[in-house]
């Protein structure tokens, strides 16, 4: 599957992915993925800022408040239609094509976007290119060790996680289409809209790192993210995120 081909089912997406997470039916991203990412992010504030595969615009909004002057940009017309925020360009555009001059950014983002192209090298040079020197690149990915082709949740008969069996981890998937929508919306929201059909491509560990330094970055800091038990009790949903890491965020510098 090439590039053209997943966006495609990303443009199909975007209408129920927009009123789903913005009802708040995202719960890994809202309350474990994005604060985790922003705990990490440098200050930000008077940069101009480029957010890769911005979506509508959710965590461009986020990065707004923290004092940013940000430029949003998705390859789906419907999701840059439906994005807003005081203050931010949005535009529709590809990672592996982006539409500026070379060194025209203080810094970019790039959440849980990246590891949905056919290939992520191609998007972190784009990203580097339009970096200034001495800025970053910082971005979250679905983990490469335990988002595997074969993957089981094994729970307890009380129904907590006690394990996540992974497999197959060297199998590409190359971009074999998965169905789902999100587990906490209830039956009347779900039924409004279809399931999201997700392209799926899965890399290494060591394709995403060696990406990173063939682009010309240095890697500065990792992160896996982890639930308190405090977000646990308020949100039951995310315990199994405290047996596995289901998301890694990297810190990439320019020097």
Known sequence: MNEQEAAAYWEQNAEAWTALSRAGFDVYRDHLNTPAFLKMLPDITGLNGLDIGCGEGHNTRLLAQQGAT????????TFIKNADGEGIT???GSATELPFETGHFDFATSFMCLMDLPGPLPA???AFRVIKPGGFLQFSITHPCYNTPHRKNLRHGNGQTYAIEVGEYFRRLEGRVEEWSFSD?????????PDFKVPLFNYTLSEWVNAIITAG???EAVNEPMPSDEVVKEYPALQDAQVVSYFLHFLCRKL
């Open 90 to 92: 949005y535009l529709v």
């Open 185 to 193: 919306a209830p039956m009347h929201m779900k039924s409004k809209y």
């Open 124 to 126: 972190i040079k784009e």
């Open 70 to 77: 940000l430029t949003g940009i998705d390859i789906s017309p």
């Open 217 to 219: 970055f240095t890697l």
